[in-house]
């Protein structure tokens, strides 16, 4: 942040107010609204490029430190427009394109999906009420009891299989901590999941 602001800011005074309000800001991103997250990373990109193994964010300097300023929303100025190399801070990550269920999508290296995906957190919560079920079936198969549930045994076997993963990988499933790759279809249609937990991470691309 230090070299961002350098440029803009010769007082090492103001610096250091603006790099405290830059953590602050860090600090509590989460917890603003979506629509303030979007205006403030709009304000802040002057362009995005996507390559083949990396996505690089153009970030326009003057408008960083008007934000962190508290300034109001205002236009570039000639120098950065013209995109001056002094004026605009890159920012890359690695990234690949992926194969997600039926269609492909850029994943960033060691990200999240960071939101709960709802059709994952149904498909747990039918594999452990169907686990439950089980254990208190005095004896059941796992055939009788797909049959009164009114599913195939495959699928019976599939959902119960989810209840065998490693307890953090649900726990971030649960919460959108787990890999964007990491979907309801492709789970269900990973009909040889290992039972080592470090191996399902692996697997999945937990780990």
């Not at 961002?4 to 610096?15: G, M, Y």
């Not at 960083?64 to 100025?77: F, N, Q, T």
């Not at 747990?124 to 009891?145: C, H, N, P, T, Y």
Request: proline share 5%; charged share 25%; with cysteine.
């Amino acid at each position: 942040m230090h070299d961002a602001l350098e440029a803009r800011v010769p007082e090492a005074s103001e610096q250091e107010q603006l790099i405290g309000r830059a953590v602050e800001l860090g600090r509590n991103w989460t917890k603003r609204p979506a629509v303030e997250q979007r205006a403030m990373i709009s304000r802040l990109l002057a362009r995005v490029d996507i390559g083949a193994d990396r996505i690089d964010s153009h970030l326009d300097r003057g408008q960083l430190v008007a934000l962190l300023r508290g300034d109001p929303d205002r236009h570039p100025d000639a120098s950065s427009a013209t995109g001056a190399p002094n004026d605009i801070i890159v920012l890359s990550v690695p990234a690949r394109l992926k194969r997600t269920g039926l269609g492909k999508r850029m994943v960033i290296e060691g990200a999240t999906a960071g939101v709960e995906d709802g059709t994952l957190i149904k498909l747990f919560v039918k594999a452990f009420a169907l686990r439950d079920k089980l254990l208190a079936g005095g004896g059941i198969s796992i055939d009788e009891l797909a049959a009164r549930e009114k599913l195939t045994g495959s699928y019976a076997t599939r959902l119960l299989r989810l209840t065998f993963l490693a307890p953090d990988l649900v726990r971030d499933i649960l919460n959108g901590c787990h890999p964007p790759t990491l979907t309801a279809n492709n789970l269900m249609a990973d009909t040889r999941l290992p039972l080592a937990w470090s191996e399902q991470r692996s697997r999945l691309g937990a780990g």
